[in-house]
T-cell receptor
Framework: DGGITQSPKYLFRKEGQNVTLSCEQN?????MYWYRQDPGQGLRLIYY???????QKGDIAEGYSVSREKKESFPLTVTSAQKNPTAFYLC?????????????FGPGTRLTVT | QQQVKQSPQSLIVQKGGISIINCAYE??????FPWYQQFPGKGPALLIA?????SEKKEGRFTISFNKSAKQFSLHIMDSQPGDSATYFC?????????????FGTGTRLTIIP
């Protein structure tokens, strides 16, 4: 089965702690993305990566960090610098960033920070 | 300039009826308009997409109507079914860019009642 897996589904952390969200894809896609979804707001792009060992900031990158050491993996770290980390986080992938290729989304991770 | 305004925020339609969700944009450089469907606890999935060189695109019960002069596009779901109950997002992207510049609307929660 091809697809995107995100783990865990639910994550709870104390304020001040860094937390890493996992995203793995077996679609052989070059491009991967991280979005944040809040109630009443559309999806907002945090970071994206067009190729291994390269990534770019999206619209709301402050307080987040990523790495892309393998084509299939794009973990997101929510740092203690992120002021409002509680949200639903979605990972996606596509063949490429250009050309309006279809994005495939993972099932998401709901992060709650107290 | 980058916003995509979506309405209504929520919509209740009887089974068999027509569901209509509207989106409006300002940036005339947008040239790709996808709609995503998201079920609770899941990631969004591409439903249907249109480019501004056509005024309508139909796929089964789902139709996108596009009005370039008014800078508006809408999703029509004919013969709405309870299984269509989900959140729908419109989005837009610009020429010469791809998913990294995809701007999402705020979403419409659709409920189909028997």
């Amino acid at each position: 089965d091809g697809g995107i897996t995100q783990s865990p589904k639910y994550l709870f952390r104390k304020e001040g702690q860094n937390v890493t969200l996992s995203c793995e894809q077996n679609l052989n896609h070059d491009a991967m993305y991280w979005y944040r979804q809040d109630p009443g707001q559309g999806l907002r792009l945090i970071y994206y990566s067009q190729i291994v060992n390269d990534f770019q900031k999206g619209d709301i990158a402050e307080g987040y960090s990523v790495s892309r050491e393998k084509k299939e993996s794009f973990p997101l770290t929510v740092t203690s610098a992120q002021k409002n980390p509680t949200a639903f986080y979605l990972c996606a992938s596509s063949m490429s960033t250009g050309g309006h290729y279809e994005q495939y989304f993972g099932p998401g991770t709901r992060l709650t920070v107290t | 300039q980058q916003q995509v305004k979506q309405s209504p925020q929520s919509l209740i339609v009887q089974k068999g009826g027509i569901s209509i969700i509207n989106c409006a944009y300002e940036n005339t450089a947008f040239d790709y308009f996808p709609w995503y469907q998201q079920f609770p606890g899941k990631g969004p999935a591409l439903l249907i997409a249109i480019r501004p060189d056509v005024s309508e695109k139909k796929e089964g019960r789902f139709t996108i109507s596009f009005n370039k002069s008014a800078k508006q596009f809408s999703l029509h779901i004919m013969d709405s079914q309870p299984g269509d109950s989900a959140t729908y997002f419109c989005a837009a992207s610009m020429a010469n860019f791809g998913n990294e510049k995809l701007t999402f609307g705020t979403g419409t929660r659709l409920t189909i009642i028997p």
